[in-house]
């Protein structure tokens, strides 16, 4: 089992939807969790970071953290064309970043 | 400011070239990282750099060779690199070799032909 699942997509949404991205992980130490976003032939972007479980909102963005299930979320709002690009969820362990291999998503206009 | 900076953007080689890869950043950051990214796949780590001392080198193959002049600036080497090379290397910093989050660069779009 790898450390960290997230479904390569691609999720094609439409418009103004609503977003679910999600990973889901398998070491329960990691502790603190953060979201990428690359845009294609650009390099990542930190998005959100978080340490606890529960939600963390900053504007359209909200980061959601389960770990009795091992499993993070994170939600776009009333998304836009310019939210189309790659999301990494991400995790620290050992002096090293672990990432997920991405979810390729489209809004589509 | 959370900038880190990579130049060239775009780099074509040979295989018996020899070239250089350059990042900078500003940010006081103490530990700097390259990373390589293949299309459609996560960045995998390559080198890390903490206080300007090589502390990570995830098995790199030799004909590629990392410098840290000084806590700004880190450099990677190429030498008679092969087509499978072609990626886009990312260079990124943290605070520190333990701190969590890590800010990457643009990177450098590499073709070895």
């Known amino acids: 089992q790898k450390e960290v699942e997230q479904d390569p997509g691609p999720l094609s949404v439409p418009e103004g939807a609503i977003v679910s991205l999600n990973c889901t992980y398998s070491?329960?130490?990691?502790?603190?969790f953060m979201w990428y976003r690359q845009y294609s032939r650009k390099g990542p972007e930190l998005l959100m970071y978080?340490?606890?479980?529960g939600n963390k909102e900053d504007g359209r963005f909200t980061a959601q953290v389960d770990k009795s299930s091992k499993y993070i979320s994170l939600f776009i709002r009333d998304s836009q064309p310019s939210d189309s690009a790659t999301y990494l969820c991400a995790m620290p362990r050992d002096d090293k970043i672990i990432f997920g291999k991405g979810t390729r998503l489209h809004i589509l206009p | 400011d959370t900038e880190v900076t990579q130049t060239p953007k775009h780099l074509v080689m040979g295989m018996t070239n020899k070239k250089s890869l350059k990042c900078e950043q500003h940010?006081?950051?103490?530990?700097m990282y390259w990373y390589k990214q293949k299309a459609k796949k996560p960045p995998e780590l390559m080198f890390v750099?903490?206080?300007?001392?090589?502390?990570i080198n995830e098995s790199v193959p030799s004909r590629f060779s990392p410098e840290c002049p000084n806590s700004s600036l880190l450099n990677l080497h190429l030498h008679a690199l092969q087509p499978e090379d072609s990626a886009l290397y990312l260079c990124?910093?943290?605070?520190?070799?333990?701190?969590?989050?890590?800010?990457f660069g643009p990177g450098t779009r590499l073709l070895v032909l």
């Open positions: 940010m006081g950051h103490r530990a």
């Open positions: 070491n329960s130490a990691f502790q603190y």
């Open positions: 978080t340490y606890s479980s």
């Open positions: 750099y903490s206080y300007e001392k090589l502390s």
């Open positions: 990124a910093s943290s605070q520190a070799m333990t701190a969590e989050t890590q800010y």
